[in-house]
């Protein structure tokens, strides 16, 4: 599940432009991605939703807005083009990372895509970049009204008809796109590359995909949609794509926390933390090669997306004893079928504090309850009850505890 937020950003000409941002339901995204629609499409386009939304269950947050003069989105089109299109794309970037988090990902479709090329070098913080039907070049999209360019031409616009709604081209329109060349620009970008096009695409011939994944370095990759159309009407198609970019971009999610969880095995006792993003209180953690969330629940301002801090200190407590448990079973050639620890944390009074100036004090008591599961006489169970006072959790826990604190270089 995913929740939605209408919002509003300035454009790159002044003009209010609507967006929606998806976001996991638990509101602790792992990352940003940006979301391009295509040539005289709006942010609500089927494919746009569903991507968006199947993000959103991958924790990837994803604001789609509506380009100058589309959909909800102020400003005249007629006296947009290209090159304010990608203007947008970097406000739309600013946007997101003054008040959500930095954008990692950038995804295009159509004409989107080849905006999201273009911009892609503007947005430092993107990692990555994902075109779902793009041309190679913006000029493409004349073809899409040929009849008329000599017109809009000659007379300086004209109304053609896209998709069965009518749209003033103008003359400044065709000559922008045909400045524009997008080779140079995607072969510099410096981010990795996945490329989606349909070989049956009849909008957008399957060579531009081809063109576009030659023009870039590694890493990229090319992912045919066989048997999807241009705009991937067809539920199944969208959700293949919105599948796929969600498990791809995973490594191109440049948080702290994440880098760690990338480190080898040799460096798992590192553990890095950083705030997820966004106005809430989740954190993320690697460690290691793993992740994890911890988070607080609504109640004290967060969004539970998340084990708490004193709920991750128990877990590490737990699965120390569990462990050293099973060690000393094996050890022991004993019979234990299973252990299992129940764990509760709590703040008691202490009446008698010899240690504090005040009579009264409080200390962190951990009840800890472990079932042992097999044919155990009581000698055995006596004895693993013993063991599990000794696993270095514990130890470390009831022993002297030194943190020492710095400021990063």
């Known amino acids: 599940m995913s929740t ?48 968006a939304t199947s993000l959103a269950e991958h924790s990837i947050a ?179 794509v919105a599948s796929v970019i969600g498990s791809w971009a995973q490594r191109y999610l440049s948080s702290p926390a994440t880098d760690a969880a990338a480190a080898p095995d040799g460096e798992a006792d590192t553990v890095q933390v950083a705030e997820a993003g966004g106005s809430g209180l989740a954190q993320l953690i690697g460690n290691g090669r793993h992740e994890l969330i911890a988070d607080q629940p609504t109640s004290l301002g967060g969004g539970g997306a998340g084990s708490t801090p004193y709920g991750l200190l128990l877990a590490a407590l737990g699965s120390c004893t569990t462990m050293t448990l099973r060690m000393y079973a094996r050890h022991k050639k004993w019979p234990l079928k299973r252990a299992a620890v129940s764990l509760k944390h709590s703040r008691v009074h202490i009446k008698d504090c010899q240690d504090c100036e005040t009579g009264a004090a409080a200390v962190d008591r951990i009840e800890r309850q472990i079932t042992l599961e097999g044919d155990l006489d009581e000698t055995q169970r006596a004895r693993l009850l013993e063991i599990a006072d000794r696993c270095p959790v514990h130890a470390a826990l009831t022993g002297r505890i030194e943190v020492v604190t710095r400021l990063a270089d």
């Open 62 to 240: 994803v604001l789609r807005f509506d380009f100058t003069g589309l959909g909800e989105s102020e400003g005249e089109f007629a006296s947009s083009n290209f090159t304010s299109n990608v203007a947008d794309l970097v406000s739309a970037a600013e946007y997101l990372g003054s008040e959500h988090g930095p954008v990692n990902i950038l995804i295009g479709h159509s004409l989107g895509g080849a905006a999201v090329l273009a911009a892609a070098e503007k947005i430092p913080a993107a990692q990555a970049v994902c075109t779902i039907g793009a041309p190679a070049e913006p000029a493409h999209v004349e073809h899409l009204f040929t009849e008329r360019s000599e017109e809009i031409r000659s007379a300086g616009e004209a109304e053609v008809l896209l998709a069965g709604r009518p749209f003033v081209i103008q003359r400044q329109f065709l000559d922008d796109i045909a400045s524009v060349s997008l080779a140079e620009r995607v072969g510099r970008m410096n981010k990795a590359l996945l490329v989606f096009h349909s070989p049956l695409d009849k909008t957008v011939e399957i060579d531009n995909a081809r063109r576009i994944y030659q023009a870039a370095a590694h890493p990229k990759s090319f992912i045919s949609l066989d048997g999807a159309d241009h705009l991937l009407t067809r539920k199944a198609d969208a959700a293949y």
């Open 4 to 51: 939605s937020q209408k919002v509003t950003f300035k454009g790159s000409s002044g003009a209010e432009l609507a967006a929606v941002l998806q976001q996991p339901a638990s509101g602790a995204a792992r990352g940003y991605a940006l979301f391009a629609h295509c040539f005289t499409c709006t942010k609500d386009i089927f494919a746009a939703r569903q991507i």
